[in-house]
């Protein structure tokens, strides 16, 4: 199983729904995955495996995980053992003017030392639409 933010990206839900992976969306609001909501539904019994998010200018919605919420995935994903798969392809963009993106979810992962978080980035992602 795997968790995903609802909405997602959906070229992401297809390769699950390709693979047969089970998938359990949890909420997001303008400061990205609803931690608090994904804990109760872990204390709840929800067992995952892996959580895919994009925490920086979210696909499709551009929110971003906060630094507290980003902290606590991480906790959550040592408790209860599962992987985190960020999705951080976006994390080099942004606007003139705008506050810079927080570091990477896999650089509080280091910061905690739990080893939980993939990273998965991609030039090509960020180059091919703009061209």
């Keep these: 199983m795997v968790v995903v933010e609802q909405p997602s990206y959906f070229l992401a839900l297809s390769i699950f729904r390709d693979f047969g992976v089970t998938i359990a969306p949890i909420p997001i609001d303008s400061r990205g995955l609803d931690t608090a909501e994904f804990e109760r ?18 696909n499709p919605t551009s929110s971003m ?4 919420r980003r902290k606590h995935l991480i ?6 053992d599962f992987v985190v798969a960020a999705d951080e392809v976006y994390q080099l963009l942004g606007f003139e003017g705008e506050a810079p993106p927080l570091p990477p979810l896999c650089d509080y992962d280091d910061a905690a030392g739990a080893g939980k978080v993939i990273s998965m ?10 061209m």
Excluded at 41 to 58: E, F, H, I, W
Excluded at 121 to 130: C, E, T
């Design 121 to 130: 980035g991609s030039f090509a992602k960020i180059l091919a639409p703009a």
């Design 41 to 58: 539904q872990l204390r709840g019994g929800l067992r995952p495996k892996m959580v895919y998010t994009v925490p920086t200018y979210q």
């Design 65 to 68: 995980l906060s630094e507290e």
């Design 75 to 80: 906790a959550l994903a040592v408790e209860f």
